[in-house]
């Protein structure tokens, strides 16, 4: 089976930062969240435990620069969520979900964000 992750990775697809171990990429247009990005493993790897201490601390510079570049958006969001759940596509990637001000908070924002989205861009 062909794994979407690393196809985007060898297409370079829309890819913002990376360190030695990490990807920092947008996510799809059709999310219609601007900021939203995914945090992925450089190599195929489908379980957090896997993981070597240097790609766990690597890890750390990849969340800042994603945590950067959420910064520098055209309106910053009030906060930004973590998700890592790795089922449907199962290399490792963490989703950085940026929640701006007319957002409902908590956990109902992360399930609209990564089930189908949002209905219009925001
Ligand atoms: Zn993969």
Redesign the pocket.
């Known amino acids: 089976m062909t ?1 979407p ?2 196809e985007a990775h060898k297409i370079g697809k829309d890819i913002i930062a990376q360190t030695e171990h990490w990807i920092l990429r947008k996510a799809p247009e059709d999310k219609n969240l601007n900021g939203y990005c995914y945090l992925e493993s450089k190599k ?1 790897v489908e379980n957090w435990q896997l993981l070597s201490l240097e790609e766990c601390q690597d890890f750390g510079n990849i969340l800042h620069k994603g945590l950067e570049a959420s910064l520098v958006l055209p309106s910053s969001p009030d906060k930004v969520y973590f998700a890592a759940i790795a089922e449907a596509v199962p ?1 490792l990637h963490m989703h950085l979900v940026p929640r701006y001000q007319n957002h409902s908070k908590g956990i109902g924002h992360l399930e609209q964000a990564l089930g189908p989205g949002f209905l219009k861009a925001l």
């Open positions: 794994c992750i690393c195929h290399h």
